[in-house]
Nanobody, 117 residues
Framework: QVQLVESGGGLVQAGGSLRLSCAAS????????MAWYRQAPGKQRELVAV???????NYEDSVKGRFTISRDNAKNTMYLQMNSLKPEETAVYYC???????????WGQGTQVILSS
């Protein structure tokens, strides 16, 4: 059974930092591209950052230079370090895993991040 479990969300002041984690089980983690998405109230879910199995990364433009995505394949865990957070980044942050072939994709349950101004 595949599980993606996010943690690390919470309430933080604007300008602050948070580190999210996503612990994966039931998949060959190192073979999966991993990503963070977020969904703000009343908005569509959007891609924040992605990291390939070998470590190549890509970021949504608004988070470049402030967020860092990383992974530890030995621990089957992905991270998102978020710095200089903005009030509009209040959202539920989701972990996403994508393997090769159709049907090999999974979502976590999400972790809430709330920014106070």
């Amino acid at each position: 059974q595949v599980q993606l479990v996010e943690s690390g969300g919470g309430l933080v002041q604007a300008g602050g930092s948070l580190r999210l984690s996503c612990a994966a089980s039931g998949i060959a983690f190192s073979r999966y591209a991993m990503a963070w998405y977020r969904q703000a109230p009343g908005k569509q879910r959007e891609l924040v950052a992605v990291i390939m199995g070998g470590g190549k990364t890509n970021y949504e433009d608004s988070v470049k230079g402030r967020f860092t995505i990383s992974r530890d394949n030995a621990k089957n865990t992905m991270y998102l370090q978020m710095n200089s957070l903005k009030p509009e980044e209040t959202a539920v942050y989701y972990c996403y895993a994508a393997g090769l072939g159709p049907g090999y994709y999974y979502w976590g349950q999400g972790t809430q991040v709330i920014l106070s101004s």
